[in-house]
């Protein structure tokens, strides 16, 4: 159990760290929604114009060190 904690971990920083070099490479924004979105897709993720959004809002705001709502 402690292997699938390490791995799960593991997974989830690989993700952050993805999540944080695609937010903050030097693209226009549009371009970087788009890539998330496809990134989501392929994942079997679904989301629309409005949940795209504010997806991106509340990884900026817990980047930033806010509280997303």
């Known amino acids: 159990m402690k292997g699938l904690n390490v ?3 593991f997974l989830g920083g690989v ?3 993805a999540t ?5 490479a030097p693209e226009k924004g549009e371009d970087t929604r ?3 979105a496809e990134i989501l897709r392929k994942k079997g993720i679904r989301l629309n114009h409005t949940e795209m959004e504010q997806l991106v809002n509340d990884i900026a705001a817990e980047i ?4 997303a709502e």
């Open 7 to 9: 791995f799960a971990a």
């Open 15 to 17: 993700v952050a760290g």
């Open 20 to 24: 944080l070099g695609i937010l903050f």
């Open 34 to 36: 788009r890539k998330i």
């Open 64 to 67: 930033k060190g806010e509280t």
